[in-house]
């Protein structure tokens, strides 16, 4: 079954970077979109970053210019590399995707498009 694993988070001061990992299991990773969302307590959850299946790549405002989405297809993982990390940044980072049909270079940052959730990873960024 379609199985999201994400790893990676940790405290991480402010204006510093870190990397967070999806791992995925149990379908095509190259034939998906995956999304990266967050979560920080009182909030709703917030779409960040997307990567189409053709590699094509969408960002959050929140986000854009200080954050990477990339994926390796053949290690079955997307990674978010975070830059320059603000307080604001801290929250549950989670992994997602859709469930088919899957158009080419689909990609967005809705949560109620995507079907497969990973259990999250917590980023601290003290304030």
């Known amino acids: 079954q379609v199985q999201l694993v994400e790893s990676g988070g940790g405290l991480v001061q402010a204006g510093g970077s870190l990397r967070v990992s999806c791992a995925a299991s149990?379908?095509?990773?190259?034939?998906?979109?995956i999304a990266w969302f967050r979560q920080a307590p009182g909030k709703e959850r917030e779409g960040i970053a997307c990567?189409?299946?053709?590699?094509?790549?969408y960002y959050a405002d929140s986000v854009k210019d200080r954050f990477t989405i990339s994926r390796d297809n053949a290690k079955k993982s997307v990674y978010l590399q975070m830059n320059v990390v603000k307080p604001d940044d801290a929250a549950i980072y989670f992994c997602?995707?859709?469930?088919?049909?899957?158009?080419?270079?689909?990609?967005?940052?809705?949560?109620?498009?995507?079907?497969?959730w990973g259990q999250g990873t917590q980023v601290t960024v003290p304030s």
């Open positions: 990567i189409s299946n053709t590699g094509g790549t």
């Open positions: 149990g379908f095509t990773l190259g034939y998906y979109p």
């Open positions: 997602a995707t859709i469930r088919p049909p899957i158009r080419p270079g689909e990609c967005q940052l809705s949560p109620d498009s995507y079907a497969f």
